[in-house]
């Protein structure tokens, strides 16, 4: 029972560099989220994808682009890094609001 | 603009008393909270929410409060256990017809410290 897998869990780049973070859920929802979790900021939503084939912009989407792949998955790319892209990242899944949202473990970005 | 606000970063409490978190929000539309859970190298995990219709919601040990006339949500855990010791996020869901429709807005965070 898998629930939200997100790939690489840590990573580390160099300003201008590009990288796709990956995320994977098993749980047949049809949302799925991106959130930045900075110090003193909490979590701020980057991109989300309501359903399959739809995706929207968040509070923070400079920088980002996203693609809802498939009902199962949901990436997050950086095309060109920037030191202040560095973050943890967490891709979460959703049905019911009342059962909340299912979060991944999170990718640890460091742009140098 | 923080639509939800966690003003304490940080709680120390002893084991066995009572921990109390406090979320406030400025939009009265919001029409569910949530409180999060997060461990180091850890995502969040969901705790206990309440819908703004009620006042009151309790799962074991933790109970939600909500006052709407005050925009005033606040997480009581007793008793704490050092277990408990996390960082806990107050979520609300934002409301019909605005740009967070269905999606949820989360304070700063507020590091619980349980000490045995």
């Known amino acids: 029972n898998a629930g939200v897998t997100q790939t690489p869990k840590f990573q580390v780049l160099k300003t201008g560099q590009s990288m796709t973070l990956q995320c994977a859920q098993d749980?047949?929802?049809?949302?799925m989220y991106w959130y930045r979790q900075d110090p003193g900021m909490g979590l701020r939503l980057i991109y989300y994808?309501?359903?399959?084939?739809?995706?929207d912009k968040g509070e923070v989407p400079n920088g980002y682009n996203v693609s809802r792949l498939n009902k199962r998955e949901f990436s997050l790319r950086l095309e060109s890094a920037a030191p202040s892209q560095t973050s943890v990242y967490f891709c979460?899944?959703?049905?019911?609001?009342?059962?909340?949202?299912?979060f991944g473990s999170g990718t640890r970005l460091t742009v140098v | 603009d923080q639509q939800v606000k966690q003003n304490s970063p940080s709680l120390s409490v002893q084991e066995g008393r009572i921990s109390i978190l406090n979320c406030d929000y400025t939009?009265?539309?919001?029409?569910?909270f949530l409180w999060y859970k997060k461990y180091p190298a850890e995502g969040p995990t969901f705790l206990i929410s309440?819908?703004?219709?009620?006042d009151k919601n309790e799962d074991g040990r933790f109970t939600v409060f909500l006052n709407k006339s005050a925009k005033h949500l606040s997480l009581h855990i007793v008793p704490s256990q050092p277990g408990d010791s996390a960082v806990y996020f107050c979520?609300?869901?934002?409301?019909?017809?605005?740009?967070?429709?269905?999606?949820?807005?989360f304070g700063q965070g507020t590091t619980l410290q349980v000490k045995p």
């Open positions: 979460a899944s959703s049905e019911p609001i009342s059962y909340g949202y299912t």
């Open positions: 939009n009265s539309m919001f029409d569910y």
């Open positions: 749980m047949n929802h049809n949302s």
């Open positions: 309440i819908s703004s219709i009620k």
């Open positions: 994808s309501a359903s399959e084939g739809t995706t």
């Open positions: 979520a609300a869901r934002g409301p019909p017809g605005s740009s967070n429709t269905g999606k949820l807005i």
